[in-house]
């Protein structure tokens, strides 16, 4: 091991991560790719296991960090790091450090940095949380500053970190790197993309004087210069008064210098460097193939002609950018992607097959065979983004398609009207013909139908019309997935049944008519009484809407169980696996058990984020049924939410007979008439909309239990740890490793660190090819000074208490209080019927969430930025629906 204990950086690149960890890596990568490096040499992982080993560590510090928490990471910091500074370095880890800090030059000043093995990885930085030591020169002195660098390893925030990014605290080495110290006139940081806006055609490089731990620790503005890409040009330049820096002192360590006169607020890079840096930039993200974070220093006397000379003195990948959407695009137009989680009202990181068992769905990408074939939709940290790019070549579209999204999530309508508005916009986004045919192809004959319905036909019809036809291709679909074998047969099946593109067009002719005769009502009422009180009260209390339904039978269910002490017994056991197995060997009480059974037998398949096939479905894990039964026992009276819906039903044909009559009143019977079809139309349409979505939840119940069939079989060859696991591999790879017998267990363990990382990432609603996140919210002026300003989608006002919550698998919400959520889905419906309002950071004027809030004559609020963290539960807050914005009343 003894060659081991020290390694150059000419000796070293990427590969060697578990010798030299992530930065000691990244220069030896840098150094061999022919950078301008400052040379150096690692102490490596051995030498500190060595030195651990010879000092009896390791079981000391697994025994004392095994406990750590946050309220004893600060004490057990401190006994570790308190013990390894004590420890002595083993001498042959310590004579080899002496000799190459000769062949270095022990004459020089160096820089010694911790570089640890999980440091500067994909998914972690771990930048600043571990030390380092400047301008140290001297044996003893390079020693004392090695022995620290270990110890650091187990700084506070070292230990938080590990903790909060899941990595073993036992199994993370300390490297050490030393470096000979550079002594910088200039600094600073460069990000080969805009870290602000994720925009990957920009560069932002931070500039001040002297060393850069000055901008690093915040010490000092710096300027800015934001360098673009596809022009050659710097694009801008952001002059800061430079009050400060911090430089090397004689015999060792650094000062604090201020800076004063006409140096303060100059220009520190001249526009020739600038360029310079940023080339150079550009060919280091290149040589790693992504966006890169870069630590670099300007000097002078180095170069042989005494021109200042850039040094860069570290790289890593940009760990905060929300990554692109993949397959990679091959052309250099402008691409625009929308999130369909966004669409689908849930935010969350979506399994690999999950986003697959989408693909399959969607009516694009007929033709892909393998996950990089998709051209349309794409998958980006696990989120589901649709190319509209070519879409929005059409002048047309660009105006229709916020409009349309106004309906599902209003920021990103905002989002697209700000970007597609850009100057030069049309010029980049790439126009294809074929793409625009097939787009009108598809969508013409489903506008004639809806046309049709709203002209001709009898709407009363239409909620029985679409039971018929959910029944008929479930029914197929079952028989068509049972019929398969087992292997890559089933797996066609599970393709064919999957595939909605005709169910879409069957089913939107039959939502179309809804949507636009709601418009029509707005816009009439408007015009003819300069008003739009009726049309929001009439499209609430619906009959028919499936989600709806639901919530009254929970209701109808809750109403059972509280007159049965037995009953709540058995709910309020916290063994939901058994629930089902409990109430069918419960003697007596037929009629709850005959309610119970048909109320599964519907919606067996609903889930809290449902989308994402993965998700346990209440026929697989009833707690969150099971929870919102017992809530609406205990805090609800008997049969009010029957009496609620009741009303508001009476309310809103109260509502549609006083639009009619005043329309009549003032303009005559014809316009009357005009309104009175589109109320009826309205009335019997709007409740279909629900009913897609029920029919593909359905869909992919059938569909999961055919891959989890499979997953058996697999399991049982060795090829798959767990069943569960194979919604961490995406359909094509399963495909093949069928086809091949081979395991996917390697793949399944990548695929849930990536997971773990996905889940803290914030996926924007709209993104480009470019990375940028192009973001909008609502301007207004007129509102109370604290206002939370969001979008009205339901009126009236409530004041109450606030209930936030993130997942309803762990919450209920009490009778009156007000349900504040990220986003809703009809797996969130038994909330719903206790609250009395509703406010989510996503949402527009026809998600479910809304209409659902409608139809049980709540008001609400949608679009409001992390709402739930701006929120907290128990806090009393107003809800004003007609206006759009909330107020915290109580702090």
Request: aromatic residues 8%; contains cysteine; proline residues 6%.
């Given at each position: 091991?003894?060659?081991?204990?020290?390694?150059?950086?000419?000796?070293?690149?990427?590969?060697?991560?578990?010798?030299?960890?992530?930065?000691?890596?990244?220069?030896?990568?840098?150094?061999?790719?022919?950078?301008?490096?400052?040379?150096?040499?690692?102490?490596?992982?051995?030498?500190?296991?060595?030195?651990?080993?010879?000092?009896?560590?390791?079981?000391?510090?697994?025994?004392?960090?095994?406990?750590?928490?946050?309220?004893?990471?600060?004490?057990?910091?401190?006994?570790?790091?308190?013990?390894?500074?004590?420890?002595?370095?083993?001498?042959?880890?310590?004579?080899?450090?002496?000799?190459a800090l000769q062949k270095s030059g022990a004459q020089h000043y160096y820089a010694v940095r911790s570089s640890a093995t999980a440091e500067d990885l994909a998914f972690a930085s771990f930048a600043g949380q571990q030390d380092t030591y400047l301008n140290i020169k001297g044996e003893e002195e390079v020693l004392d500053a090695l022995r620290n660098c270990w110890a650091s390893l187990f700084t506070d925030r070292a230990i938080l970190y590990r903790m909060q990014n899941g990595i073993d605290q036992e199994k993370v080495y300390m490297s050490v790197v030393v470096q000979k110290m550079i002594f910088p006139e200039v600094s600073g940081i460069m990000f080969t993309a805009d870290p602000v806006s994720g925009h990957r055609g920009l560069i932002s490089i931070d500039a001040g004087y002297g060393l850069g731990e000055a901008l690093v620790s915040g010490l000092v503005s710096p300027d800015i210069y934001t360098f673009n890409k596809a022009s050659g040009q710097i694009q801008s330049k952001s002059i800061a008064e430079k009050k400060l820096a911090i430089l090397p002192v004689p015999g060792g360590g650094t000062e604090k210098v201020a800076i004063t006169g006409e140096?303060?607020?100059?220009?520190?890079?001249?526009?020739?460097?600038?360029?310079?840096?940023?080339?150079?930039?550009?060919?280091?993200?290149?040589?790693?193939?992504?966006?890169?974070?870069?630590?670099?220093?300007?000097?002078?006397?180095?170069?042989?002609?005494?021109?200042?000379?850039?040094?860069?003195?570290?790289?890593?990948?940009?760990?905060?950018?929300?990554?692109?959407?993949?397959?990679?695009?091959?052309?250099?137009?402008?691409?625009?992607?929308?999130?369909?989680?966004?669409?689908?009202?849930?935010?969350?990181?979506?399994?690999?097959?999950?986003?697959?068992?989408?693909?399959?769905?969607?009516?694009?990408?007929?033709?892909?065979?393998?996950?990089?074939?998709?051209?349309?939709?794409?998958?980006?940290?696990?989120?589901?983004?649709?190319?509209?790019?070519?879409?929005?070549?059409?002048?047309?579209?660009?105006?229709?398609?916020?409009?349309?999204?106004?309906?599902?999530?209003?920021l990103a309508a905002e989002a697209m009207t700000e970007l597609t508005n850009r100057t030069g916009f049309t010029d980049r986004i790439k126009k294809d013909e074929k793409t625009v045919k097939a787009f009108k192809s598809f969508f013409k004959p489903i506008v004639f139908k809806a046309i049709q319905a709203i002209l001709f036909k009898r709407p009363e019809g239409a909620i029985q019309s679409i039971h018929d036809y959910i029944e008929n291709r479930?029914?197929?679909?079952?028989?068509?997935?049972?019929?398969?074998?087992?292997?890559?047969?089933?797996?066609?099946?599970?393709?064919?049944?999957?595939?909605?593109?005709?169910?879409?067009?069957?089913?939107?002719?039959?939502?179309?008519?809804?949507?636009?005769?709601?418009?029509?009502?707005?816009?009439?009422?408007?015009?003819?009484?300069?008003?739009?009180?009726?049309?929001?009260?009439?499209?609430?209390?619906?009959?028919?809407?499936?989600?709806?339904?639901?919530?009254?039978?929970?209701?109808?269910?809750?109403?059972?169980?509280?007159?049965?002490?037995?009953?709540?017994?058995?709910?309020?056991?916290?063994?939901?696996?058994?629930?089902?197995?409990?109430?069918?060997?419960?003697?007596?009480?037929?009629?709850?058990?005959?309610?119970?059974?048909?109320?599964?037998?519907?919606?067996?398949?609903?889930?809290?984020?449902?989308?994402?096939?993965?998700?346990?479905?209440?026929?697989?894990?009833?707690?969150?049924?099971?929870?919102?039964?017992?809530?609406?026992?205990h805090s609800a009276p008997e049969g009010i939410h029957r009496q609620e819906y009741q009303l508001t039903k009476e309310k809103a044909l109260k509502a549609a007979d006083d639009l009619v009559k005043e329309v009549a009143d003032k303009h005559g019977l014809l316009k009357a008439k005009l309104v009175r079809r589109l109320i009826r139309i309205v009335r019997n349409y709007l409740p279909v909309r629900e009913h897609p979505k029920y029919l593909i939840m359905k869909l992919i119940l059938l569909c999961k239990r055919a891959f989890l069939a499979e997953a058996k079989y697999l399991v049982e060859k060795g090829l798959l740890a767990t069943e569960k696991d194979i919604f961490y591999v995406n359909f094509w790879e399963l495909y093949q490793a069928i086809q091949d017998n081979h395991s996917l267990t390697g793949l399944v363990e990548q695929r849930k660190e990536e997971c773990r990382h996905y889940k803290k990432l914030s996926a924007p609603r709209l993104l480009t090819s470019d990375g940028e996140e192009p973001?909008?919210?609502?301007?207004?002026?007129?509102?109370?000074?604290?206002?939370?300003?969001?979008?009205?989608?339901?009126?009236?006002?409530?004041?109450?208490?606030?209930?936030?919550?993130?997942?309803?698998?762990?919450?209920?919400v009490n009778k009156g209080e007000i349900l504040v959520a990220p986003f809703t889905d009809p797996g969130w419906t038994p909330l719903f019927i206790n609250a009395s309002g509703l406010v989510m950071e996503v949402g527009g004027l026809l998600t479910h969430g809304t209409v659902v809030a409608r139809e049980y004559g709540i008001p609400a609020v949608v679009g409001i930025t992390d709402v739930t963290k701006k929120i907290r539960t128990g806090q009393k807050i107003r809800v004003e629906g007609d206006a759009g914005y909330i107020l915290i009343l109580d702090e």
């Open positions: 091991m003894e060659e081991h204990y020290t390694l150059f950086f000419n000796d070293i690149d990427q590969r060697d991560l578990p010798l030299v960890g992530g930065k000691g890596a990244n220069l030896g990568e840098m150094t061999k790719a022919g950078f301008p490096v400052p040379y150096g040499f690692c102490v490596t992982t051995a030498s500190y296991q060595e030195f651990l080993r010879a000092n009896n560590l390791p079981a000391y510090i697994a025994e004392t960090i095994k406990d750590a928490g946050l309220e004893t990471i600060k004490t057990i910091g401190s006994a570790i790091r308190e013990r390894l500074r004590m420890a002595e370095i083993p001498q042959s880890v310590k004579e080899a450090v002496l000799q140096k303060a607020t100059r220009q520190v890079l001249d526009d020739s460097l600038i360029q310079d840096l940023a080339e150079l930039g550009k060919a280091i993200e290149q040589h790693y193939g992504c966006p890169q974070d870069i630590e670099w220093c300007l000097s002078s006397g180095l170069s042989a002609d005494g021109s200042p000379t850039l040094s860069i003195l570290q790289s890593r990948a940009i760990t905060s950018l929300y990554p692109l959407p993949t397959p990679l695009p091959q052309d250099d137009a402008l691409h625009v992607y929308v999130s369909l989680n966004h669409i689908q009202v849930m935010t969350d990181p979506i399994s690999p097959l999950g986003i697959d068992m989408l693909r399959l769905m969607l009516p694009f990408d007929k033709s892909a065979c393998s996950a990089e074939e998709y051209q349309r939709v794409k998958e980006a940290a696990g989120r589901v983004y649709i190319d509209i790019s070519e879409i929005l070549a059409l002048k047309t579209a660009r105006k229709a398609f916020p409009l349309f999204f106004k309906n599902v999530d209003a479930v029914r197929d679909a079952e028989k068509a997935i049972e019929q398969a074998k087992p292997g890559t047969d089933r797996l066609e099946a599970i393709r064919r049944t999957a595939d909605f593109t005709a169910d879409f067009k069957n089913l939107l002719p039959r939502l179309m008519p809804a949507i636009v005769s709601f418009k029509a009502l707005e816009h009439w009422e408007e015009k003819l009484l300069g008003s739009r009180n009726y049309t929001s009260i009439l499209v609430t209390g619906l009959e028919g809407n499936i989600t709806t339904e639901m919530g009254l039978l929970i209701g109808d269910l809750a109403d059972q169980v509280r007159r049965s002490p037995d009953l709540i017994h058995e709910f309020e056991n916290e063994d939901y696996g058994t629930l089902f197995t409990r109430i069918h060997n419960l003697p007596g009480h037929e009629t709850f058990k005959e309610a119970f059974c048909t109320f599964m037998a519907k919606y067996d398949m609903r889930a809290a984020g449902e989308i994402d096939m993965a998700k346990d479905r209440w026929i697989e894990h009833p707690e969150p049924l099971a929870k919102s039964i017992l809530a609406i026992v973001k909008a919210s609502y301007q207004r002026e007129d509102l109370p000074v604290g206002s939370l300003i969001g979008m009205p989608v339901s009126s009236g006002r409530v004041e109450g208490i606030a209930r936030v919550v993130t997942d309803p698998a762990q919450a209920s």
